[in-house]
């Protein structure tokens, strides 16, 4: 990563660090905030530049309160549980051993390996470097319709914005096929999900409710091709943030990402679905 990439970001997410040591607040618009990053874009930061989400973070937090109790043999494991709020010893083992690998009385008896993966991520989210390409979008209109939930349900989204558009359009009229994503699905409860399922027609207008339209920002965009299956989008996303971050002078717009699926998944095998995720850019 370019030192001055590096140092910008690593500043704003300290500061999330800091919050959360002292607070444990783990509402994503608050630690953007906190960050001064756009909320569309701070999950992604967060994990590339740290190597855990924040929830994982919040529970190292918690968990890294019991250390001084830990290395005091005259307190009992129950009561350092206590001390790092956990209401039971058994949730606390549980989670102790999910974050360290090992038991708090392995700790106690000197595995200090346990002790470096409490305080810190066991992974620095050091991006690998790579070029990211830089494209300049003009305006463009979509029609579209919001998908409240899980993303399983994304497919009666799109069929019935299609049955809306496509009943007083004709098919041909069809430019492509978008998606705006809003949450990061790994890290966000599904009733919590805001999903975007969109089409381009041109500047033909909506047939009204529940079809909605789009204005969508013209624009630096950074660009990455995926080609497979949708579920392995997100592999695809996390190394276009990871180049950002590693190769790009932009910084992140206050926009939510943005997905052209250039294929249709009835007439293509899953395996050579192309799809086109741009990442918003300032500048």
């Known amino acids: 990563m370019k030192p001055t990439s590096r140092l910008r970001y ?24 906190v960050a001064a990053l756009s909320p569309h874009h701070f999950h992604r930061i967060y994990r590339l530049m740290t190597g855990e989400n924040v929830a994982e973070t919040v529970q190292r937090v918690r968990l890294g309160r019991s250390v001084p109790e830990l290395q005091d043999e005259s307190v009992t494991i129950t009561a350092a549980a206590g001390a790092s709020g956990f ?7 549980r989670a102790f051993r999910s974050v360290t690998g090992g038991t708090a009385s392995e700790l106690r ?5 346990l002790l470096d993966r409490l305080l810190k991520p066991a992974s620095s989210g050091e991006p690998v470097p790579m070029p990211v390409e830089i494209v300049s979008l003009e305006p463009f209109r979509l029609l579209a319709i919001r998908n409240v939930g899980a993303y399983e349900e994304l497919n009666k989204s799109y069929e019935a914005l299609f049955g809306a558009v496509f009943a007083e359009l004709p098919i ?17 409860p599904a009733d919590q999900l805001h999903f975007d399922c969109a089409i381009d027609v041109g ?5 009204g409710a529940p079809v909605e339209v789009m204005e969508m920002a013209g624009g630096a965009y950074a660009r990455q091709r995926h080609i497979g299956d949708y579920a392995s989008l997100h592999d695809t996303i996390d190394a276009l943030y990871a180049r950002i971050l590693v190769e790009s002078e932009h910084a992140f717009a206050d926009r939510s990402m943005i997905v052209n699926y250039v ?8 395996a050579e679905l192309r799809s086109d995720v741009y990442v918003p850019l300032e500048g």
């Open 10 to 33: 690593a500043d704003k997410i300290d500061r999330v660090i800091a919050h959360l040591e002292q607070a444990e607040d783990a509402d994503l618009d608050q630690l953007a905030s």
């Open 172 to 188: 041909e009229t069809l430019r492509g096929i978008w998606g705006v994503w809003h949450e990061d699905p790994r890290f966000t």
């Open 263 to 270: 294929d249709d998944p009835e007439t293509r095998p899953a």
């Open 203 to 207: 500047d033909h207008v909506s047939p």
């Open 109 to 113: 008896a000197g595995q200090t390996g």
């Open 87 to 93: 209401s039971t010893s058994q949730s606390f083992a």
